[in-house]
């Protein structure tokens, strides 16, 4: 049963698109908890749940991931960077991205908290399949709950540096981190790639008519209303 206020599997999946604003307010210890204990509801290879989360709320520590994350930003989009005045000519979609992202950059210290996912080296034939499931679901559950988040690995840059302030141990990968808090941005639509351009029948290549008849934006309108 649905609790009050829970918009529901479909709606949350068709609005949960990348939020990178956030207000200050913290993050109650029990809305964490019921993030993490939906997140380790996923699976994981073997039932092996080696997946560990570093809840990260102390200032210092996040300032350091900020300076990484402008370091990140800097190599991956240098002229951007240098001039994000630039952003400003960008096509609609691309210049709302790409401003929210280096709102975070600018702030990820003011998120007021980031989430770092780990997993066990070596532990699994296919690296990351045992620990992005339980980050969806981590991340629906999020927005079920009215907190927004997004991956965002640019202050990975800050390589084993980050691995040490975050006393994480040799034998553990960080796979992603995620800002999170209460945004101050809106839910949804997501644009993504229609149905029929990415599933095929029966052979790669073949064509499923189905999925050609259904609209572009897909059955979005069913959860989220004409307007959305
Ligand atoms: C593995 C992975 C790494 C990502 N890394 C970053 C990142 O470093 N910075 C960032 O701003 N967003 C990052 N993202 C977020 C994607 O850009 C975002 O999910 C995608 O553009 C879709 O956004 P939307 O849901 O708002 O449409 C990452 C997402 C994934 C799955």
Redo the contacts with the bound molecule.
């Keep these: 049963m649905a609790a009050d206020g829970d918009p529901g599997l479909f709606e949350s999946i068709y609005s949960?698109?990348?939020?990178?604003r956030f207000r200050p307010d913290p993050i109650p210890d029990e809305v964490l908890f019921q993030l993490f204990d939906a997140a380790i509801r996923a699976p994981s290879g073997q039932n092996a749940q080696d997946w560990r989360f570093i809840v990260i709320t102390d200032p210092a520590v996040k300032k350091k991931m900020q300076g990484w994350a402008e370091i990140?930003w800097s190599r991956?989009q240098p002229d951007l960077s240098a001039h994000p005045e630039k952003i400003d000519d960008l096509p609609r979609t691309q210049r709302l991205?790409l401003r929210?992202?280096q709102h975070?950059v600018d702030n990820l210290h003011e998120a007021p908290a980031i989430i770092a996912v780990l997993g066990l080296q070596g532990r699994h034939s296919t690296p990351g399949g045992s620990t992005?499931p339980a980050v969806q679901n981590l991340m629906l559950s999020a927005r079920a709950l009215g907190l927004g988040c997004?991956?965002?690995?640019?202050p990975?840059r800050g390589g084993d540096e980050l691995l040490e302030l975050l006393d994480i141990p040799e034998n553990n990968q960080l796979y992603?981190l995620l800002p999170i808090g209460y945004p101050t941005d809106r839910f949804g639509p997501?644009?993504?790639k229609p149905v029929k351009a990415v599933v095929y029948r029966e052979r790669f290549g073949e064509r499923w008519p189905f999925a050609e008849e259904q609209p572009d934006t897909g059955w979005q309108d069913r959860w989220l209303g004409g307007d959305a």
């Design positions: 949960m698109r990348a939020l990178r990140g991956y991205t929210s992202v975070l992005f997004s991956v965002f690995n640019l990975m992603c997501v644009n993504r």
